[in-house]
């Protein structure tokens, strides 16, 4: 009885599959280059191979001396530049650090690990929301939004 | 300007890429579609989602959809939005709460408009966007938008959303097309599909997800299983519906036992559930429902509700109810609810049986002066006893006024209940004080007092029963006090009075310390000794009980992979070891954890129950393989979180 339940269940099951499965599976690829994280924190871990962000965060103070915008990459096959552009709660550019070579493209890297630091000045920094944002070879990839709360908080 | 740039900042790591197919994952990937074809209407489908009911058309180089978070990402789309062509190199999709976002080198095309931005979160459903451009200052254009604003906060949501996480869902789908419908339903054409990351087969087409589960017009057979134990179950289901006017549902259900050798119940059964609403204006609505069942039990109802304002409410109802073997009832009722705002809410409702069977019921709600809460219930029920000409009775009514304040808080109750056919009458007055918690000491010790006095009087015939009761509880607490910096201790002092007309009285009393420690970073020990003791007085003879437990419990939680606890409990008064617990939860790889729960009992010195989870958390539901050795059980189970 069993046996011909199994058989039973067998052919019904590839009448339904029939038409909609195909075991060739194709060959898609994400592209390279992925963006893993992006992070905003107060410090970074130098102590191994790979960066790692400390204190991470979105809200500074201006007791605070900087902010920094950490990123990490992985499956790096080609060149890669990589551009932080920091903006002031009225929308302004105030910071672009202009391409910097991550990966000349010679080899394989499985991960990358960059960061780009915006030094708070209290005599001139604006309270409010900014923005930083992130380019890949002249391609937008990632922003984060932060706050500068006033120090008595 | 300090940049933080240099040689050290860029460092690299290089990986072993691994690739293993293991074909028997197709086979568990078939178990859990027909499991979720019907918990939440994955599965394959032959329909194809018609252009009106296709919210977004996505057409990209690579497309990544993860059934477990319900997420979208794709690179190099294209896909149409309100009149513009558009295209992108990433987007990203949360469908739960209906955000899109598309980024990277953004075009927007229309005839002989080219807009160019970075970033374009937009809302499909409305048809309007933002596409923002981070050139010298940040630019900001409304598209189709009319002054509504997207939060920009809100692709901020979408960092965590990344093709990593995709890749690492229990079941994602790769493909080229995927269309997203107006229901929310998630359909991919010539999709991979991909189980704990190893590439599997392939779907012409697939129903990714089940959306937000609308009902469409027409039959359905919802199922259809055969099991030794039940037999042969099927239900079926009718629906009807027309926006805003009518909304019908009835379901059909069928069992077949007559095969079955060793059932002792009906060799078979069937049920008709129905219910239509039917929705003549805004403010008037009617209803029909009505129940079947084979073994000749059915009923009937049908409302009418008329809302005269927004605080003014009317509902006129008619029920039928024919019970096995009993005559049956039909009953006409009438119910309304009336908000008076500062005077109160009143409610009430009245049924009338034909054969002279009555209920009725009112109430009056109400608070004054902010602080004090004023409540009066009256119920009166006239039912006929079973097979007697004879009918039940009973008046109740009860009044609640309470009384808060910062420091203390009183209410009174007074609970009437009046059984005119049996001649008894109950009333019983409560009365309930306390003190609301204070604390002292600058917040070291918080003590906590409250009182219930109970009178009750019933009056049966001719005679009449007094009793009373009346129960003080204090309790007294401390914050933790740290008695070294790795070290605290908090203490917990209970005492009970209870004193009753019947003379049963007792007293009782407790404490409770409790040390914690901590050892390492994520181990720490928590001790714990309680006394409680129970003495009842009465006149001349004090007897009771006393009990003591010591218990400690060692907690870890060195790391988000390994958290769990092990406790002991010890009775130091007869000097003997009672039972211990272990709670462990190890995350071994991916997202899979194991998880046991181990009970071992020291009076009959074996391990009483182990429970073994392995689990796999999947975003919007988790996969469980468990064996519990009480039960000898293995179960596998899919739970929806």
């Known amino acids: 009885m069993k046996k011909y339940l199994v058989v039973f269940v067998l052919v019904i099951s590839l009448v339904f599959f029939w038409n909609c499965i195909s075991f060739k599976a194709g060959n898609l690829l994400p592209s390279e280059n992925q963006v893993e994280s992006i992070h905003l924190c107060k410090k970074i871990d130098d102590s191994s191979d790979l960066l790692k962000p400390l204190d991470i965060q979105s809200e500074f103070t201006l007791k605070d001396d900087r902010v920094i915008c950490f990123i990490k990459l992985k499956d790096i096959s080609t060149k890669i530049d990589l551009k932080w552009k920091w903006y002031s709660p009225d929308k302004k550019l105030v ?16 991960a990358a690990t960059a960061y780009d630091m915006y030094k708070l000045n209290p005599e001139n920094i604006a309270e409010g929301q900014w923005t930083v944002v992130i380019f890949m070879n002249d391609k937008f990839i990632g922003k984060k939004l932060f706050q500068i709360l006033p120090s008595s908080r | 300007m300090e940049c933080g740039w240099g040689s050290k900042n860029i460092s690299v790591e290089i990986s072993k890429l691994n690739s293993l197919k293991n074909f028997t994952l197709v086979f568990l990937l078939l178990f859990l579609i027909s499991r979720e074809t019907n918990a939440s209407n994955m599965g394959l489908t032959n329909q194809i989602p018609t252009k009106e009911d296709t919210l977004i058309s996505l057409k990209g180089e690579y497309l990544a959809y993860s059934y477990d978070f319900n997420q979208l990402y794709g690179e190099n789309v294209e896909f149409e939005f309100s009149s513009y062509s558009v295209s992108c190199r990433q987007i990203k999709i949360d469908i739960t709460p209906r955000i899109f976002y598309a980024f990277g080198e953004v075009i927007l095309k229309k005839e002989d408009e080219k807009l160019n931005g970075d970033e374009f979160l937009f809302d499909s459903q409305a048809k309007r966007g933002t596409l923002i451009s981070y050139g010298e200052k940040i630019e900001v254009k409304e598209i189709d938008n009319e002054g509504k604003e997207i939060s920009l906060k809100k692709n901020d949501v979408l960092t965590e959303l990344t093709l990593a996480k995709i890749q690492k869902s229990l079941i994602y789908f790769a493909g080229q097309t995927i269309h997203i419908t107006t229901d929310f339903e998630v359909y991919g054409y010539n999709v991979t599909l991909f189980v704990e990351g190893l590439e599997s087969v392939k779907f012409k087409k697939f129903r990714l997800s089940g959306g937000i589960g609308q009902r469409r017009n027409g039959i359905s057979l919802n199922r259809v299983w055969y099991t030794k134990s039940q037999g042969l179950i099927g239900r079926v289901s009718y629906s009807y519906e027309k926006e805003k006017k009518v909304n019908s549902l009835t379901q059909l259900n069928y069992e077949e036992h007559s095969f079955l050798k060793n059932y ?6 069937v049920d008709i559930i129905s219910s239509t609403t039917i929705n003549l204006k805004d403010d008037l609505n009617l209803g029909l429902a009505g129940n079947y069942n084979s073994s000749n039990l059915w009923n009937t109802l049908f409302w009418l509700n008329k809302n005269w304002s927004k605080k003014i409410s009317t509902q006129v109802n008619f029920s039928y109810n024919k019970p096995i073997n009993l005559k049956g009832e039909a009953w006409f009722g009438l119910q309304s609810n009336i908000d008076t705002g500062k005077f109160g809410n009143i409610s009430f409702s009245g049924k009338y049986e034909i054969q002279n069977q009555m209920l009725a019921n009112f109430s009056y709600g109400n608070t004054f002066l902010k602080n004090i809460n004023f409540l009066l219930s009256s119920t009166y029920s006239q039912i006929k006893i079973t097979e007697s000409s004879d009918y039940s009775k009973i008046f109740s009514g009860a009044v609640n006024l309470s009384y808060s304040s910062r420091i203390f808080n009183v209410s009174t109750d007074y609970f009437l209940n009046y059984d005119l056919f049996g001649d008894q009458l109950l009333s019983q007055p409560q009365l309930r004080l306390g003190l609301n918690p204070f604390q002292f000491y600058g917040g070291l010790i918080s003590a906590n007092i409250y009182n219930i006095f109970i009178y009750n009087n019933l009056k049966r015939g001719g005679t009449e029963e007094d009793s009373y009761s009346n129960n003080t509880v204090l309790t007294l607490s401390t914050q933790p006090v740290f008695l070294h910096k790795s070290m605290s201790l908090n203490y917990s ?58 218990s400690a419990v060692l907690k870890v939680n060195p790391s988000e992979r390994l958290n769990g606890w092990i406790s ?9 070891w009672r039972q211990s617990f272990a709670d462990i939860s190890v995350g071994i790889i991916r997202y899979w954890k194991l998880h046991t729960l181990i009970h071992y009992d020291f009076l009959l010195e074996k391990i009483n129950n182990v429970d ?14 468990i064996w519990r050795s009480l039960s000898k059980q293995f179960l596998i189970e899919l739970v929806p979180r």
């Open chain 1, 95 to 110: 910071r672009d650090t202009g391409n910097i070579i991550v990966s000349k493209g010679d080899r394989y890297l499985a």
């Open chain 2, 264 to 269: 002792s119940g009906l060799k078979r059964q």
């Open chain 2, 493 to 550: 002092f209970s005492l009970e009075q209870f004193v009753e007309k019947e003379g049963r009285n007792f007293t009782s009393g407790g404490f409770i310390f409790n040390l914690n420690k901590s050892i390492v970073k994520g181990i720490s020990l928590e001790g714990l000794y309680s006394l409680q003791s129970r003495r009842k007085t009465e006149d001349w003879l004090i007897e009771g009980t006393t009990s003591q437990d010591l």
């Open chain 2, 568 to 576: 002991f409990s010890y009775d130091p008064k007869n000097s003997q």
């Open chain 2, 612 to 625: 073994l989870y392995l689990i796999r958390d999947a975003g919007r539901f988790q996969l469980r393989f």
